[in-house]
């Protein structure tokens, strides 16, 4: 510890800011992490209940001085629930005064940043406001996305952002013509529809990318050149700047439990899945974020149930669309009997990493969240796609597919809706039929990149190069 504090006296200052997203925290924490580990000193700035939601790992880095948590309270927002601090307290609809109060952070960021000595500041798209501060404080900025970048080049330059001709959600349905290489990779009318319903009128999203893009000195994504070369070599023409990643910052299962209660949980968890086969069971989650209708989320579930085989369904209580909250309304009446000698439905958390590493599990029916996608990917499992339809969960559905590493669940383009049979087929197809043999080998092989530690390492180095070669 002593080596490591002498360290910190001759490096960088480096504050991270994500979006109060669960989604973003913990990618924003594990980076924190690492770059501590590597003798920076670092700051995580967040709102309260944030900080202390945060994996039991942080209190240990917090007292072991390997990271100071500093808590910027939130303002009230007209609109906002008291003491809501994050998107997975709300609904979608609500989603635009979260970014109202986050905005609103404004003065007191730049009050600790003056009061710190701060060189770096890591920052997300939301808070667009943070590179022209940072500039003015003569601190460098990097934005950090937290998904890959083929995500990113589809979102395109910031003068597209900006000024471009996509100007309603129907634009979004057409692989955009900046695109160099062969792609698939657009959104589903549906899923654009829903997200406009999630963007600030008085600043969109767009804005908000445009800004952290031009602003910063370079970027950062989730991703690796093993990956996604051609994406990588894209966005570099597009926005002028390096783009540099950091690697799939793959989690670690010391980060997966938080205590006694949860070893408890996992031993239950652990007695189910040793009674199972090799590879039978699917695992079921959609995050802490995504919000469908009742309906769609009963028909996914008669999906399910048709589908013949053992799996593992993780309800949390994220509101349906209709605001109703609570697991009882996710499921349809009596599914948890007609379901329970093969299938267990588990509520609240649960420790994923663990989940997907057991040899019970052969496949993962995921909303398409990255970092969800990042993990099972890490232990080779073949992908059942059902795009949440936030953020770009469409374009990762259709990645994954393009890949050949999953297979994406029939829905209308418009309406997203679904049929019962066909995700009963294609669960099947993905975890035992014939036909899907080649994307659970393909799923298989791409563990290499995924789960390679080595190769996510070499991401990190390259990232801190740039980051001291800049600076110099």
């Not at 900080?51 to 609109?79: M, T, W, Y």
């Not at 109060?101 to 960021?109: G, I, K, N, T």
């Not at 996604?228 to 799939?248: M, R, T």
């Not at 339809?389 to 559905?397: E, H, M, N, R, T």
């Amino acid at each position: 510890m002593e080596e490591l504090m002498m360290k910190k006296e001759n490096k960088f200052h480096i504050a991270l800011f994500p979006w109060l997203a669960y989604g973003h925290l913990l990618p924003y924490l594990e980076v924190s992490k690492l770059l501590a580990e590597k003798g920076y000193r670092v700051t995580f700035i967040s709102t309260p209940k944030n900080i202390r939601r945060l994996p039991k790992l942080h209190q240990a880095l917090s007292d072991s001085c390997l990271i100071n948590f500093v808590e910027l309270p939130l303002p009230e927002v007209d609109g906002l629930p008291n003491g809501v601090e994050s998107t997975a307290d709300i609904s979608i609809q609500k989603v635009p005064y979260l970014k109202k109060a986050y905005d609103m952070l404004q003065p007191s960021l730049i009050h600790f940043l003056q009061a710190s000595d701060v060189n770096w500041i890591i920052h997300d798209f939301v808070c667009y406001w943070v590179p022209q501060v940072a500039t003015q404080l003569g601190i460098n900025s990097i934005f950090f996305h937290i998904t890959n970048a083929t995500s990113l080049a589809f979102v395109g330059p910031p003068s597209e952002l900006t000024g471009g001709q996509r100007q309603k959600p129907e634009d979004f349905t057409v692989v955009p013509k900046w695109i160099d290489f062969p792609s698939n990779e657009a959104f589903k009318l549906h899923e654009m529809v829903s997200h406009w319903d999630c963007m600030d009128r008085d600043v969109a999203d767009f804005e908000r990318f445009a800004h952290a893009i031009q602003g910063c000195q370079f970027v950062t994504m989730r991703t690796c050149p093993k990956f996604e070369a051609d994406s990588l070599s894209l966005l570099q023409k597009l926005y002028g700047k390096p783009a540099v990643p950091i690697g799939f910052l793959p989690p670690h299962h010391s980060n997966s439990v938080q205590g006694d209660d949860d070893e408890i949980k996992w031993k239950t968890l652990k007695e189910w899945l040793d009674n199972n086969k090799h590879r039978s069971v699917f695992y079921i989650a959609f995050g802490t974020e995504v919000s469908l209708s009742r309906d769609m989320m009963h028909e996914l579930a008669y999906g399910i149930e048709k589908s013949r085989l053992p799996f593992i369904w993780v309800l949390n209580n994220r509101p349906l669309v209709e605001g109703l909250l609570g697991s009882d309304h996710i499921i349809p009446p009596e599914f948890e009997a007609q379901v329970s000698e093969r299938g267990l439905i588990w509520r609240g958390w649960a420790p994923q990493l663990r989940i997907l590493a057991h040899s019970s599990i052969g496949g993962f029916l995921t909303h398409c969240g990255w970092g969800s996608v990042i993990e099972a990917l890490g232990f080779g499992l073949p992908l059942i796609l059902f795009s949440g339809a936030s953020a770009d969960q469409g374009l990762i559905a259709r990645l994954m597919q393009e890949r050949g590493v999953g297979l994406e669940i029939p829905r209308d383009d418009k309406t997203g809706s679904f049929t019962s049979d066909s995700v009963a087929k294609l669960i099947r197809r993905v975890m035992v039929d014939q036909e899907g043999e080649s994307v659970r080998a393909n799923a298989w092989a791409i563990r290499d990149i995924f789960g390679n530690v080595e190769l996510n390492n070499r991401c990190l180095d390259e990232f801190i190069k740039c980051l001291e070669t800049f600076a110099a």
